[in-house]
């Protein structure tokens, strides 16, 4: 038993505790996005944030993020706006170019601030709202998001408004959505990678996080209907405001010294 453990933690920097707290958080996202449609990845991102540095946060997160979203672009593919793409994944190259030489270069406690202050205004600031897109638009926003993305990680609702816009009907908006960020963390990926991030010693992590996200997913669409919406949104942002403000500390404790 202590082999295996070791296998699962070692070269990750994590205890085993925190290898089962980021696997029942993932099986949790996965439920939430599912089931709520935003928010998971949030949730995701704010927990590994508490264990992991952001050097190696964004980049796993995004793994993470990749298999969620593919799983829910494949099963509502037949619904995705196809026109929309090409100007938007133009957009994402470029962005996750430009977003990738800026993030190695940047002091760990920063990015820690930068993480806890999006989690906090996705979570409670005004939602954006936007009207009509058309192709620049959608090149704008797969820019802006790839950039931000490789800063921030979970970039769902910066994107979200404009699949909105652009749908006629609520599973459109769904699965362009999931296909936008499928997109957006695959390239992001590929950014990491061409930039020297070692993914090895993650691998069964990620193996246990794609694993319990394809369940958090596979319940959160048999159970949608019976959840208590009101009081899971109040525990849900509550709990995200809790983790942004202890990532928030963290990036001060670190700037300040």
């Not at 990749?66 to 829910?72: E, F, K």
């Not at 706006?81 to 994402?92: A, C, D, E, S």
């Not at 704008?140 to 699949?163: D, K």
Request: charge should be positive; proline fraction near 5%.
């Amino acid at each position: 038993m202590e082999t295996i453990i070791t296998g699962l933690i070692d070269g990750t920097g994590l205890d085993i505790w925190g290898f089962a707290i980021m696997c029942a958080v993932s099986f949790a996202g996965s439920f939430i996005a599912a089931s709520l449609g935003l928010g998971g990845g949030l949730l995701v991102m704010a927990t590994m944030a508490s264990l992991l540095p952001p050097q190696v946060l964004i980049p796993l997160h995004g793994i993470v993020q990749l298999g969620s979203n593919a799983g829910r672009a494949a099963m509502l593919r037949g619904h995705i706006l196809r026109h929309v793409m090409p100007p938007f994944v133009i957009g994402t190259v470029i962005g996750a170019a430009i977003g990738g030489n800026l993030v190695v270069t940047l002091p760990t406690a920063l990015l820690q601030l930068v993480l806890g202050v999006f989690v906090l205004y996705a979570t409670w600031g005004p939602k954006l709202k936007t009207a009509k897109p058309g192709n620049k638009a959608f090149f704008g926003i797969g820019f802006f998001g790839s950039l931000a993305t490789m800063f921030v990680g979970a970039t769902g609702p910066l994107v979200a408004p404009f699949a909105a816009a652009a749908s006629e009907k609520r599973q459109e908006v769904v699965a362009t959505h999931a296909a936008m960020m499928m997109i957006q963390h695959g390239f992001k990926i590929i950014a990491f990678g061409v930039l020297g991030f070692a993914f090895g010693p993650y691998v069964p992590l990620l193996c246990g996080l794609l694993a319990c996200g394809f369940a958090g997913t596979w319940v959160g669409k048999h159970t949608l209907n019976a959840l208590p919406e009101r009081a899971f949104r109040i525990g849900l942002k509550t709990l995200i405001t809790l983790l942004a403000i202890r990532l928030l500390f963290k990036g001060l404790e670190g700037w300040l010294g």
